[in-house]
């Protein structure tokens, strides 16, 4: 696929993960990519902030193939095949790929489909059900000519997310100086390890079967799921937590992250403000955030007729500067120009 695929990934939930992908998806149109963002959570926040109620009702039930992620997908279940995606056009050059609550039926499908792809024989069908969201997504960045997709998933490791991550060339992780947040670093690093190892097992036995000679059009991603990095809230994210809290947990990322992540060994000296595989640490934007949602754009696109006066005006022009930053790092860690 020419456009790469950037996950943000963490098993852990309400990291900000989804108003990352939201303001990065934005930036990147603002410095003239063309995106493509996918919702593959079926609690579809990321649909939520782009698109108004009515617009969301109208895309869920409308009766139009191929208008959410799980509607591309649906024929599948049955004995259909991939619809292509009706993307939204939300912003010059940006366009998302709208996701659904009903996504979650779809999980069964994809986790049935997983042994079968191991097997001797009628490979083809397994193969290319697990691969859908790949399929998906190389359909919708041929139709608008992207430059790259940023992917939003659940957080968990169940099946759905595993089909996106092999889609993945490249995985972001944002996470929070906590417990939970350094436990899914733990458990993060292994399965994405797993998970392109099983994945490769896979794409050879696709190859030695009699049947991939049938099917000489048929390409499957390589699930690369390369790390690029983690994001990590700055103190102050969580309001609730003293400073001490924070630190204990914070210091340990650095370690966790190359151990369970990179498989490299641990740096006990390594900080997160000089640690390079720190893509940035998370502001908390206070009443920027709620100000954005309302006017259902990206913070620092706030202008004064939107409320954003006196400091908030300077807060505005620090987040705009946060995340080109931040784009211009993660373009770089993509190989994009
Ligand atoms: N940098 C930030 N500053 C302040 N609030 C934030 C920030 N990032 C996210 N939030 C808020 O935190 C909550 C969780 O964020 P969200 O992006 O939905 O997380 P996730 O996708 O990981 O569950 C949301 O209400 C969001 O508005
Ligand atoms: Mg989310």
Not at 137 to 161: F, H, K, S
Not at 194 to 215: A, F, G, H, M, V
Not at 253 to 281: F, G
Request: aromatic share 8%; hydrophobic share 40%; net charge neutral.
């Amino acid at each position: 696929m020419s456009a790469p695929v950037l996950t943000f990934f963490n098993n852990k939930g309400d990291i900000g993960k989804t108003s990352l992908i939201y303001h990065l998806s934005s930036m990147f149109a603002k410095l003239r990519k063309r995106v493509v963002v996918a919702d593959f959570d079926p609690q579809a926040n990321l649909t939520a902030a782009f698109l108004t109620e009515d617009q969301i009702d109208e895309v869920w039930n409308s009766s139009m193939a191929g208008s959410t992620v799980y509607q591309c997908v649906k024929p599948l279940s049955d004995v259909g095949d991939i619809t292509r995606p009706v993307l939204r056009n939300v912003a010059a050059g940006l366009y998302l790929l709208p996701g659904d609550v009903a996504l979650s039926h779809f999980e069964d499908t994809v986790s049935e489909e997983w042994p079968k792809s191991m097997a001797d024989v009628n490979l083809y069908r397994p193969l290319r059900i697990l691969t859908s969201f790949w399929q998906v997504m190389r359909m919708a960045a041929e139709e608008v000519q992207a430059d790259m997709i940023l992917a939003d998933v659940g957080p968990n490791l169940g099946a759905i997310n595993r089909s996106v991550l092999l889609a993945t060339n490249f995985v972001a992780i944002p996470l929070g100086p906590d417990l939970f947040s350094l436990q899914g670093l733990r458990n993060l690093g292994p399965t994405l390890r797993r998970w392109r190892i099983s994945w490769k097992k896979r794409l050879d036995n696709w190859k030695e079967n009699p049947e991939c000679t049938q099917y000489p059009d048929f390409q499957l991603p390589l699930g690369e799921m390369r790390p690029i990095g983690y994001l990590c809230q700055q103190y102050g994210v969580r309001l609730d937590r003293p400073v001490k809290a924070y630190d204990k947990w914070a210091e340990r990322i650095p370690s966790v992250y190359r151990k369970d992540v990179l498989d490299e060994p641990p740096d006990e000296e390594k900080k997160i403000e000089n640690d390079p595989y720190c893509l940035a640490t998370i502001k908390h934007y206070r009443s920027l955030v709620p100000m954005g949602q309302e006017r259902r754009k990206p913070i620092f696109e706030l202008t004064s007729a939107d409320g954003a006066i006196g400091s908030h005006a300077g807060a505005v022009q620090d987040a705009r500067k946060d995340f080109e930053r931040l784009a211009q790092k993660i373009a770089a860690e993509m190989n994009i120009s």
